[in-house]
């Protein structure tokens, strides 16, 4: 599996998402509460740029004439023909078993320090400093 620097965490706050290019794949890259998430970003119906679209919640399971809104900001609604999906995982909100959209596996390392080296010799019993 290859791996892909996309931004520093900081650069990517909760609720926000960033759209970048790996290997030629279009790919959304999401923060959810601090949980990171990727999708593909073209829609299955008919390849809209699916990750483009609003982020909502949806309504839970409930008795008759009883509406809960749950799970606000992990479902992304396709810009074109309003499909649904997890954003966690790539499922549809309507057929989960069927429809879904490719997820990636999104890990956070922590960044290594950047350290400016220099090239140093010894030249005649003297260190000598590069520039």
Known sequence: MDRHIICAV???PPG???IVKVKGRSIGVFNIDGDF???RNTCPHQGAPLCLGS???TT???K???YIWSREGEILRCPWHGWEFDVRNGRSIHNPHK???RSYEVSVEREEPRVETFQVSVDNNLVVLHL
């Open 10 to 12: 900081s650069e990517l």
């Open 16 to 18: 926000q998402r960033k």
């Open 37 to 39: 998430y990727a999708l």
């Open 55 to 57: 982020l909502n919640g």
């Open 60 to 62: 839970s399971p409930s």
């Open 64 to 66: 008759p004439g009883e």
């Open 99 to 101: 429809t879904l959209v």
